[in-house]
């Protein structure tokens, strides 16, 4: 039967990095106080990235496109599905992914190629799960035959939406994208592929992490802002991580101890260490980059990944278990053979 293979990965971070203590900086500018010790011990994060000037999401996944395209060994115009998972698009409409298509066809124009122009094109949002949305829709759409290679990208610039006000929140996310090719392959179940994936929502819990604002009128309309309540949404992601790692397992008829690599949504290294511990996995087989990267959001998990089979971590044949929570509330998980 069909499967949906990873053949590629690549991902993009801007070049201005911000350590903590650029941080400490940045905050006692607006007369407010943090400190490294404080942001390592409750999150593990180090550094972040930042975009500088009008770099777009779009910006960041055309790099992280192109360098999943060029290990994958496929050209722009062999795309036939573009998914862009953000919760920061360029504009309001049209959606980043088409943004994306014509930078594709633009750069492969460059060398006298092709983009992937007439492809369908949409993004997805589901805010820090929306890779693992994405990746589930876009194997849905290959396993039904209606798509061969897709991009599957996650690209973020959550520091236009930071408020740097608020020290709970702006000392916790950054800027990046990460991006795969995802190409049909045909086995027993056994090969390389998406081997299952578990997507849920609870619509209930809209307001624990949002930007509450909106476009009407010509202005902004409410709060165009990071809005979140830390410990609500640490409760809420332990449990429902531990819930949706054991149904994809369950669904591929596999157990925890199959698993290779662990490759969690990077918000916070105790949420991360909390579902490890439930998991039965040292830490030693769980990817972090959230030290060196914050939370991207939508591009941490593709983010991670890239960065694990370009450190020769995730090896073929590998099996990895990659899970995501976030606003929404929204959480999921994809089991993937490498
Ligand atoms: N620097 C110094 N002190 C700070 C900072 C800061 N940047 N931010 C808050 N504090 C202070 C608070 O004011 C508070 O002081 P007080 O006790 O005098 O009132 C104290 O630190 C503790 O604040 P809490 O909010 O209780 O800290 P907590 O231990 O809950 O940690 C955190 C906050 C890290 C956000 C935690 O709740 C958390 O990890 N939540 C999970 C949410 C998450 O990771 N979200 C990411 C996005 S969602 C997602 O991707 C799933």
Known sequence: SLYARITGTGSALPPKRLTNEDMVSLLA??????????IVERT????RHFVEGDTQASDLALTASLRALQAAGRQPH???LIVVATSTPDMVFPSTATIVQRKLHEAAQAHGGQGPIGAPAFDLQAVCTGFIYALTVA????RTGSARCALVVGAEVFSRILDFDDRTTCVLFGDGAGAVVLEATEHDGRGAGVLATDVHADGRHTGILCVPGTVAGGHVLGEPLLRMDGQAVFKLAVGVL???ARTTLAKAGLSEADIDWLIPHQANIRIMQSTARKLKLPMERVVVTVDQHGNT?????????????????????QLLLLEGVGGGFTWGSALVRY
């Open 78 to 80: 062999e795309v036939d």
């Open 242 to 244: 531990e819930e949706t």
């Open 44 to 47: 593990g994060i180090r550094a």
């Open 139 to 142: 194997d849905a759409l290959i």
């Open 29 to 38: 500018a607006r007369g407010l106080q943090t400190s490294d010790d404080w």
């Open 297 to 317: 959001s939508a591009a941490s998990i593709p983010l991670a990944l890239d960065h694990a089979v370009r450190a020769g971590m995730v090896r073929p044949g």
